[in-house]
């Protein structure tokens, strides 16, 4: 059993900068082949540069490492539907390789086009069975 804890620093490029300050980002985090697929972040602070959250997310698995991370950031509309702002992915494979705790910057791209980048802090730890 191992556990996957996602990090989810900031986000900033022209996409997010594109943000109302009334329209607060979330970022969705998406990791298949665990029992917890998906989590999201609360609302994240609009700051000079971008967009901050500092939320910790667990992801926990039995079996091998999962091998992606999807991830979404959305700009929350009052009484509308959530404004995608971009969309991004990560090798989990190759991040993990390196080291147990890596920090990568994840671009953010809607239609093609690359708008900005999310920072995360991707942990993984193995944990004893439960008996």
């Known amino acids: ?10 986000a900033h490029g022209h996409g997010v900068h594109a943000l109302l300050p ?7 985090v998406e990791v298949p082949g665990t029992r917890q697929v ?9 700051e000079k540069g971008g967009t901050q959250w ?3 997310l667990e992801f926990e698995y039995e079996g091998g490492t999962p091998r992606a ?3 979404q950031v959305h700009g ?10 971009g969309a991004g992915q990560v090798d989990l ?17 809607k239609g ?12 993984h730890q193995a944990m004893p069975d439960k008996a």
């Open 1 to 10: 059993m191992g556990k996957l804890t996602v990090l989810v620093d900031s």
């Open 22 to 28: 009334s329209e607060p980002a979330v970022c969705i």
């Open 38 to 46: 998906r989590s999201q972040t609360g609302p994240g602070r609009q």
């Open 54 to 56: 500092g939320d910790s």
């Open 69 to 71: 991370l999807h991830l």
């Open 76 to 85: 929350q509309l009052r009484g509308e539907a959530d404004d995608l702002v």
């Open 93 to 109: 494979q190759q991040v993990l390789e390196r080291g147990t705790r890596q920090v990568v910057e994840v671009p953010l791209t």
């Open 112 to 123: 093609g086009r690359e708008l900005g980048a999310v920072e995360l802090c991707i942990s």
